[in-house]
């Protein structure tokens, strides 16, 4: 039976992996037993997807990114150059704690710049963007915007990827999609009429 998804011929993929269709995996990459792969994903070059692994529909996965156990990613989530996502809090190479691994869950949409470090056992939600070069060690909101050691929140960004500006009254538009969000009780939520 033809596979559904093209494969480069240096990349290895596993027995017992699930792959969906249009899904594209690149040079030396390297996809374990019990991944599972949604449609139309971007697997990049020298790319590890560890067993168990999850990733939606139309993830975009760029080169030199390790996803490892424990990493669920929802649809439309792109993972930038070189992301690197841990799976236990304080590994020991002598202690085997391949019991503990933590969860990390990357919501629809969302957005991880490159050279970031994902520490496990936290939600990035939907829409959030991280920046370049953070290292993220607590739970990030939907739509957040976070930058630096450790990432700290410095605004908020819309489904199209443009920081958004607030209103007095809690409106902001996104410059691109001229869709309208609200900032209210600490969250913003894209208005839908």
């Known amino acids: 039976m033809e ?22 995996i690149w040079h030396f990459s390297h996809i374990m037993t019990g991944s599972v792969i949604g449609k139309n994903c971007n697997i990049g070059q020298n790319v590890v997807v560890s067993p ?39 590994p020991r190479s002598a202690v085997n704690r391949k019991n503990q691994y933590a969860e990390t869950l990357v919501e629809k949409g969302a957005t991880i710049g490159a050279n970031s470090t994902i520490v496990c056992g936290h939600t990035i939600g939907r829409f959030a963007f991280i920046g370049a070069g953070a290292v993220v060690t607590r739970d990030v909101k939907p739509y957040a915007l976070v ?37 209210k009780d600490g969250i913003v939520n894209k208005i839908t009429e």
């Open 3 to 24: 596979k559904e998804y093209f494969a480069h011929e240096t990349a290895v993929i596993d027995e017992g992996v699930s792959i969906g269709k249009g899904t594209k």
């Open 52 to 90: 168990g692994v999850k990733l939606g529909s139309n993830v975009k996965v760029q080169n030199n990114v390790s996803v490892y156990t424990g990493v669920i990613c929802e649809d439309d989530v792109f993972l930038g150059p070189s992301v690197v996502f841990t799976n236990v809090v304080n």
């Open 147 to 183: 930058v630096g050691n450790p990432a700290r929140q410095t605004g908020w960004m819309s489904e199209y990827g443009h920081k958004l500006h607030f209103d007095a009254e809690g409106f902001a538009v996104c410059p691109e999609s001229r869709d309208r969000y609200l900032f």
